[in-house]
């Protein structure tokens, strides 16, 4: 991807998929939610490259107190360090279990794509950076990939994908793409006490151990 000047760095802007990126590496692995979003950007940057940004897309769990606690320390942990945090939705959908004729309420999230697409979209538009890494594997995603590389070819997508998120459709929209591995989650974790400004202290949840 190019660079404004010879003498200027690459400038990049990671854009996560925050649930993508939870449920994929939890699938496996449990001790690795306290996770450091702008520390693990920053360590997938390359030579030659600056990070801008890292934006992380979300939506607030509601159906579960302690979910929620976790939630919210774990947000406020990563906005700390540096992350900006983009929301989205969760939307109620009644649905009917085809087997014993039910109707119950299942909670899905909205938004987070339609966020992302939006964010990128912009982004390139402003010139806000060179080269985009996403951090998902939702193929919703393939025509905003797309759309920044038909109108801004001198900007690329590249994406990283969690662990278990690979998908071939936005791999073949991608500039570039790779799988991102257990070492790296792990050697990006977050202290177990983050301090807030205003001296407030976050602890890693004891579930999360």
């Known amino acids: 991807m190019s660079k404004t000047s010879s003498t200027q760095k690459e400038r990049?802007?990671?854009?996560?998929?925050?649930?993508?990126?939870?449920?994929?590496?939890?699938?496996?692995?449990?001790?690795?939610?306290?996770?450091?979003v702008y520390a693990l950007s920053n360590s997938l940057l390359k030579p030659g490259q600056v990070l801008c940004d890292v934006k992380y897309f979300?939506?607030?769990?509601?159906?579960?107190?302690?979910?929620?606690?976790?939630?919210?320390t774990y947000l406020e942990a990563i906005e700390v360090q540096g992350a900006?945090?983009?929301?989205?939705?969760?939307?109620?959908?009644?649905?009917?279990?085809?087997?014993?004729?039910?109707?119950?309420?299942?909670?899905?999230?909205?938004?987070?794509?339609?966020?992302?697409?939006?964010?990128?979209?912009?982004?390139?538009?402003?010139?806000?950076?060179?080269?985009a890494i996403l951090v998902s594997g939702d193929s919703d995603l393939v025509p905003p990939i797309k759309a920044v590389h038909q109108n801004f070819t001198e900007k690329g997508v590249v994406?990283?994908?969690?662990?278990?998120?690979?998908?071939?459709?936005?791999?073949?929209?991608?500039?570039?793409?790779f799988i991102i591995g257990r070492k790296k989650l792990k050697d990006n974790q977050l202290p177990s006490k983050v301090s807030k400004p205003n001296g407030y202290i976050l602890e890693k949840p004891s579930e999360w151990f």
């Open 159 to 177: 994406v990283a994908f969690p662990p278990n998120r690979q998908n071939i459709n936005v791999q073949k929209a991608a500039k570039a793409s």
């Open 58 to 72: 979300t939506s607030r769990v509601s159906n579960d107190h302690g979910k929620q606690k976790r939630q919210t």
């Open 12 to 36: 990049v802007i990671v854009y996560i998929d925050g649930f993508n990126l939870y449920f994929g590496m939890t699938h496996k692995w449990k001790d690795i939610k306290w996770l450091d």
């Open 84 to 131: 900006k945090l983009i929301y989205g939705q969760y939307q109620a959908n009644t649905e009917e279990c085809y087997r014993c004729g039910n109707i119950r309420q299942s909670p899905k999230e909205k938004m987070t794509d339609v966020n992302i697409a939006t964010h990128l979209l912009v982004d390139a538009i402003h010139d806000r950076y060179d080269t």
